[in-house]
């Protein structure tokens, strides 16, 4: 019985497998996503305004052929579908 005492305590005390290595948290920031290819696509561009509606902050989408990808977004916004 003592010896399965101290065969466990020490099992503890080393673990199995030796010490755990933490992985590097991502940055979503530095993380490159593909361009979507928009020279087959429809215009739908949607352009992004501040929360009164009067100043454009951003735009996204495809535009004649060409991503079009600038400023910020946010819930006030129009979509123009035509070149």
């Known amino acids: 019985m003592r010896t399965f005492l ?33 020279s087959n696509s ?10 009164t509606g009067t100043t454009v902050i951003g735009e996204r989408g495809c535009d004649c052929g060409f991503w079009i990808n600038w400023g910020q977004i946010s819930s006030v916004y129009d979509i123009r579908t035509s070149c």
Do not use: F, H, K, W
């Not at 080393?14 to 590097?24: A, R």
């Not at 991502?26 to 928009?38: F, H, I, V």
């Not at 429809?42 to 929360?51: E, F, I, N, Q």
């Open 6 to 38: 101290i065969g466990g305590l020490m099992a503890m005390a080393v673990g199995c497998g030796g010490p755990l290595e933490q992985e590097e948290a991502s940055n979503l920031a530095t993380q490159e996503a593909p361009l979507p290819d928009c």
């Open 42 to 51: 429809a215009t739908s561009v949607r352009t992004y305004y501040d929360a």
